[in-house]
Each structure stands twice: as structure tokens, then as C-alpha cells.
């Protein structure tokens, strides 16, 4: 392992934790993220990821496609809400 690895490896371990607290929010109904936002960041953290595969920094994909997956999750839970404010606009 190298040192740009490990460096990679901390502060992409470090923004998947910090995404935690807006999942726990998404999931009880109190905000949602713009779905373009997700949708533009999970394909940035993908890209990344399968870069970091590529050139062999693993140390540094697993935790990117990690966040990437936190990424995703809010995406899906922004949708879902989403979903309910239109359905709610159209029966209310």
C-alpha cells in the first residue's frame, strides 16, 4: 500500500460517514436531497471508483463505491419522497 492510497482511503471513508446523518434524516421524511445532485454524484463516485480499481489503489475504491452507495440511498429515499409530495399535490 502507498501513502496516496491510505490518504484516499481515510478521507473517502470520512465522507461516507458524514452522509450517514442525512440518510437517518431522509429516511424519517425531514429532507431530501435534489435527485440531479444524487444522480450526478453517485456517477462521479462510480467513475472514481472503477478508476481507483483500476489502477489498483483498492484501499481507495472500497470506501468511494461505499459512499457511492450512501449516495444511492439518498437518491432512492429523495424519490420516494418525491413521489409522496406529487401524490399528495394531487389528492389534497
Known sequence: MNWPDLVISIVSTCFGFTIIPQVID???????INIYTSVMTVGGLFSIGVAYSALGLWMSSIPTFFTCCMWIILFTLSLRERRKKSAGAVIG
Not at 431522509?26 to 431530501?32: A, E, V
Open 26 to 32: 431522509s429516511i424519517k421524511g425531514k429532507s431530501f
